[in-house]
């Protein structure tokens, strides 16, 4: 909607500036067109993105890092929502490497 208002804004400052004769219906019909037509335009991609990421495109992987309710409880998250976008492939759970390590956490 900014798009719009700025496209309107400089279109009427060029029309002062230029002595241009443009019709106040114009502008008056064509913002709530170009509005919607925003919308609509932007709801559309948003729905491509959603189906080409259910299949796995254009995707971001994660490591994910945290206690392991927290870890478990994202990652469940994530996959439960692929539209998304993030793709879990790991965790760090805090304190794992140290008690590997015979040191405590």
């Known amino acids: ?3 719009s208002l700025w496209l ?3 279109l009427a400052i060029v029309s002062y ?3 241009m004769d443009l019709a106040r ?3 008056g019909i064509a ?3 170009g509005t919607l037509g925003l919308i609509a335009g932007r709801w559309i991609l948003r729905q491509h993105l959603a189906v080409a990421r259910a299949k796995g495109a254009h995707t971001f992987s994660l490591l994910l890092v945290g206690g392991p ?3 478990g409880h994202l990652a469940e998250s994530l996959r439960r929502s692929p539209q998304a976008g993030y793709s879990p492939i790991g965790a760090y759970l805090q304190g794992s490497m140290d008690r590997r390590l015979g040191r405590s956490a």
């Open 1 to 3: 909607m900014a798009a």
């Open 31 to 33: 913002f709530p067109i």
């Open 8 to 10: 309107f804004g400089a």
């Open 25 to 27: 219906g114009y502008v």
């Open 69 to 71: 309710r927290a870890v």
């Open 17 to 19: 500036a230029f002595q």
